[in-house]
């Protein structure tokens, strides 16, 4: 393993990692906009419009 | 009137299933494999550069344009994209995000039916190989490859019993719903794999050189091997017909001790040549007998000019994402109109790198490296060597290597089923969409075509000869197209500040604005530029690339004649891709514009 495969490593794994904990800790604390109490919900798209 | 219509329940609910659709053996067996076959740390900037300029553009184009259509009452991909075009060329050309999910179908849940397979062989202590070529002897035996209709059996080392469960799996999650199926099954199922998969990862760093006998085959080197930017490779040069001396690689190697090695092979060889040469040999035939050896190294801007990378870490991110598998769109289609989709295509795609980076990357080649050395992994990197040869082999002679073998072929199988998921739901969409399908109708009709699809697959084992045939005129030839048309639809028929206005509609974080002028032009040009070298390179034989043997197999070749069960297999597809365009023209509801409000059809 050289310094090049260090570096590579490093900061490939670094860059996913940081990303995927950004993403989990904004889905995390970002309130959802719409409120999904049940999976088939009763729509009417016109109301929706 | 109203209409029941189908929806996620929570934000990270449709997250975890995007996820769990892209997460799947690509990650864990053909990432690793293309990674060490492309210049290991190389293709690695080709890759994150693929990733920003192609694969997360499609996303959120994909992702945006599905809500949208699912706003204007579609689900399935000819009613997302003819809504979205505005014109007849739109819902035909989404065919193709119905075909591509349910052809893949046919043959993915046979893999995935291997997975769970290995997992039960190995708990239950049955897979003990000593050599590559006993798990290759078992793999034939259990796949059926050494001859058509060789798989199809019902005891627990044939791939019969585990596919009737794969299939029955996949059919009651799909039966149940967006919901309570898919969403339900993600929800546990993603990250149980991803516990599973880190587990796995700390016993691989942990494993140190196994064999006291040969220290150079470590982690380290095995990290090296799949990580280092640049390589270094054991050449001879030998003069062809012309008399011109071409270099030819006889192994790569890494570390100390095998470049010590290397330099005493050339050292020797040295010494071997001046003796020949003293001994009166002329020196024509001492550079045909005994070319001299040298040592090569690649740099990584020599590895980055070759083009063969590119395609290859762009071909990686199309894989590994899910972008032109007509799936987000029809998974972001159950959205509503405020629910986020540029966080929630960030989340999927960020969990989805994460398994793929920083698990596949440090798991699966650099094991096999520890345990089979550079000579055992020779021709190992495909996804099917590197997963049901080579870490069969490893897991046999790890210590542990009984239980984490099945554990680490239960993750390939939750990650299976999990896309296997994702690529029914298209279909059914469409049948509901269609032709006004009831569930039970739809899912009836689903089974009996993708179970006649995996029928032929699995009976016409030999050599994979089908599934490869589906797996390049499919899940490769279009995927490009699909992606293509998603993106230069977005950005150009949909309109780039139509579609940056829709996907900041409700969103919890903003794209950053230098992506509007990439998904209005870098993308498409990419996309292009890469699908028109791949046509080049494996229809023609152009720029420097051979024509694809799936290719040959259909036209035949001066040794062999055009191959039947190849025909057979494209026949399928052909006659799906018939069958879904039939549905489309009877279609009342799939249209260019229309507009469905309170379930009636409005233009």
Redesign the interface.
Known sequence: ??F??????IT??G???T??V???Y??IT?P???D?I?????????A?? | MTKVKESWNSRIGIILAVAGSAVGLGNFLRFPGQVAEYGGGAFMIAYFISFILIGLPICWAEWTMGRYGGQSGFNSCPGIMGRISGHPAGKWLGIIGVVVPVIIYMYYVLIEAWCLGYAVNFSLGNLNFSTPTDSLAFLKGFTGMSGHGDGIGFGLQQVGIFLLFSIVLNFFLIYRGVSKGIEFFCKYAVPLLMIIAVAIVIRVLTLGAPNPEHPENSIKNGLGFMWNPTKTFLVREIPDEHGEIKIERIREFVGPRAREEAEAAVAERETERAALLGSGITSEQIEATTPPLLIEHVSLWHQLLNARLWLAAAGQIFFSLSVGFGVIINYSSYLKKDDDVVLSGLAATSTNEFAEVAIGGIMSIPAAYAFLGMAGLAGMTSTFALGFIALPNVFSVMPGGQIFGALFFFLLFLAAVTSSLSMLQPGIAFLEEAIQLSRKQSVALLGGITCFGTAYVTFFSMDTIALDTMDFWVGTVLIYVLATVQIILFSWFFGIENGWREAHQGAAIKIPGIFKWIMKFISPVLLLIIFTVFILQSFFGLLGGEVSDKVLLLIGTEDASPNKVAWGALAIIIAFTLFCTILVALSKRIGTSTQIKNGKILS
Request: glycine fraction near 8%; charge should be negative.
């Open positions: 393993m050289t090049g495969g260090w570096f590579m490593l490939s794994v860059s996913v990692v990303l995927f950004w993403c989990l904004k889905v970002i959802e906009e719409t999904h049940h999976g088939f919900n009763e729509t009417r798209p016109d929706e419009d």
